[in-house]
């Protein structure tokens, strides 16, 4: 008998039981035990009652009782379409006001308008395809347009060599095709939002763990448009407000003014001046930057004299921090700064 067997098992014969008590009769810890606990709820073989330390656990008597995954697809044609108007629609439709803590459905508003706005207004295409879907757990909305593709869209614009350096410049934030319209800024905070975040676009698919606090890259089968996957738990903690003071603070007016630069997306050595240009463009506009060099192996002399000392120099209101810089790479920086 399989550990889940055995939970279903104690549960008939002894439910509602709390989570302690089918680790102590399991032989597990908490946390192991909640990950299998989890999953059962899911598949509604178990519910859940209560929260926290005082949940119990309990069989379904009824199929009524089973807490089944809702979902909503829909397709749109985007010529004078409004988010707002489609956001409310949804919300209403899936109940979610109801069904989600007050921070999700807030962060979900946010994310979902600013998500499809940019399908609206950057696509170039003539419809998207819209799925939203809700479990036990989470809240995941899935928002695919066929146009020309995000990361396209800004190494046109910009005249950049490939879409992977487009995809390096539209997470500074700040970076736009239509500047008089838009400040870049809603993909940036979008990314940082949710639990889990992909954007998708031919064969470049980043992802933004902010569970882990991590971002990285995969190549995925060829398709057109662009495609966005947001995930975020029915009960999340984080607050809208938090995500925007970490990088619009009181210290700059509440301006979005502070950025996070995750290096490795670009490379994983650097050497040149050019590369260094390359990773700054853009990033003047802030008066504070972070650069992430998790990952990083290795580094030139002219890539980190280009940045510490030249870039530096002519522009002395902006400040420059670095994070997880290896013991190997602090002397090339310390050297030129």
């Known amino acids: 008998m399989d550990t889940k067997d055995k939970i279903i098992t104690y549960i008939k014969d002894y439910g509602p039981v709390s989570g302690k008590e089918l680790a102590v009769h399991i032989g597990l810890t908490r946390q192991a035990i909640n990950k299998h606990i989890k999953k059962l709820i899911q598949s509604g073989q178990i519910l859940k009652s209560g929260k926290t330390r005082g949940a119990k656990y309990s069989i379904p008597q009824e199929s009524s009782q089973i807490e089944r995954p809702v979902s909503l697809k829909k397709t749109y044609l ?14 209403l439709q899936m109940n979610l006001k109801h069904n989600l803590a ?27 395809s819209i799925v939203v879907s809700i479990d036990s757990f989470f809240l995941t909305f899935t928002i695919r347009d066929f146009g020309i593709g995000i990361f396209y869209s800004i190494a046109d614009k910009f005249h950049l060599p490939n879409e992977i350096t487009a ?45 882990k606090k991590d971002i990285f890259v995969e190549e995925k089968r060829n398709s057109s448009g ?50 260094a240009r390359r990773l700054l ?51 090339v920086i310390d050297h030129v700064s």
């Open 102 to 128: 007050r921070n999700a459905y807030e962060i979900f508003r946010y994310a979902f308008s600013e998500i499809l706005n940019n399908a609206i207004e950057h696509s170039q295409s003539d419809r998207c």
């Open 167 to 211: 995809m390096g410049e539209l997470i500074k934030g700040k970076r736009t095709t239509i500047p008089d319209r838009h400040t870049g800024e809603g993909v940036f905070f979008s990314s940082k939002s949710g639990d889990v975040v992909r954007f998708k676009s031919h064969r470049i698919c980043i992802v933004f763990d902010n569970q």
């Open 78 to 91: 985007l010529k004078n379409l409004e988010e707002d108007v489609v956001c409310n629609e949804i919300s």
């Open 281 to 331: 463009a853009g990033l003047d506009s802030f008066q504070e930057i972070i650069l992430d060099f998790n990952g990083v192996k290795s580094l030139g002399q002219g890539f980190a004299d280009e940045i510490f000392r030249v870039f530096l120099k002519s522009h002395p209101y902006i400040k420059i921090e670095v994070e997880n810089l290896s013991d190997t790479l602090k002397p």
């Open 226 to 275: 662009t495609e966005v996957i947001f995930k975020i738990k029915k009960n999340a903690r984080r607050k809208l407000d938090s995500i925007f003071k970490e990088y619009a603070p009181e210290d700059y007016d509440y301006r979005f003014e502070k950025t996070r630069v995750h290096v490795k997306l670009y490379h994983s050595d650097y050497v040149s001046r050019s590369e």
